[in-house]
């Protein structure tokens, strides 16, 4: 079936530095994405979300890009901070008629980012 | 408002033992969600309710059951628990007056153990 995936299952950075974080996505017909923080013990967070229909889209410190040729997501995460660490997730929308009415998501195997001090 | 609530956070049962975990939100939400997390891995949907009074499968529904009590509520049941089903469970809930259409609120999770 279809799914989403992650290039790199850890990152390391340090404090400071940009931190870019990757997903591939296997459905063409997706229609929305989403990525979410998880911190040990708690539930995902969201961070930021864009639409099929852009290629980007910039919240505070985070930028989330959108390759539709590849199929390819990506968070840039600026000027990352230990609080930062986390394991982060890619999600999507898949677009069949009727099928994003309610945030079905389908969630990416996550990617562990350590910032050290 | 406190958000997404859960209950339990910890359980540990027996093979064949049966029982529901508890789900609760505040914030007006009309669709709610049960996911299971494995180690290492993303979250999977197990069932969700779009709206009070409707349920459906999701991706792993085998072995489980739901029930949307009310607007608020919406608890998932193991009739005959397995060590498969040993998991994170976070449920969630969403809305139009989120942030974002599609924006879940998780809560903070049932770790469950199956022996």
């Known amino acids: 079936g279809e799914s989403v995936g992650l290039h790199l299952p850890t990152l390391s950075v340090q404090e400071g530095d940009n931190s870019i974080i990757n997903c591939a996505y296997s459905n063409s017909a997706s229609d929305y994405f989403i990525w979410y923080k998880q911190e040990s013990g708690k539930g995902p967070q969201f961070i930021i979300d864009i639409r099929s229909n852009m290629d980007k889209r910039q919240g505070q410190r985070v930028t989330v890009l959108l390759n539709k040729t590849v199929k390819h997501l990506s968070l840039q995460i600026a000027a990352t901070q230990p609080g930062d660490s986390a394991v982060y997730f890619c999600?999507?929308?898949?677009?069949?008629?009727?099928?994003?009415?309610?945030?079905?998501?389908?969630f990416g195997q996550g990617t562990i980012l350590t910032v050290h001090p | 408002n406190a958000g997404v609530t859960q209950t339990p956070k910890f359980q540990v049962l027996k093979t064949g033992q049966s029982m529901t975990l508890q789900c609760a939100q505040d914030m007006n939400h009309n669709s709610m969600y049960w996911y299971r997390q494995d180690p290492g891995m993303g979250l999977r949907l197990i069932y969700y309710?779009?709206?009070?009074?409707?349920?459906d499968k999701g991706e792993v529904p085998n072995g489980y059951n739901v029930s949307r009590l009310n607007k608020r509520e919406f608890s998932l049941r193991l009739e005959s628990a397995a060590p498969s089903q040993t998991s994170v469970y976070f449920c969630?809930?969403?809305?139009?007056?989120?942030?974002?259409?599609?924006?879940?609120?998780f809560g903070p999770g049932t770790r469950l153990t199956v022996t």
């Open positions: 999600a999507e929308i898949g677009g069949p008629a009727g099928g994003t009415s309610y945030g079905k998501l389908t």
């Open positions: 309710s779009a709206s009070e009074g409707t349920t």
């Open positions: 969630a809930s969403s809305g139009r007056t989120s942030g974002t259409l599609y924006e879940q609120y």
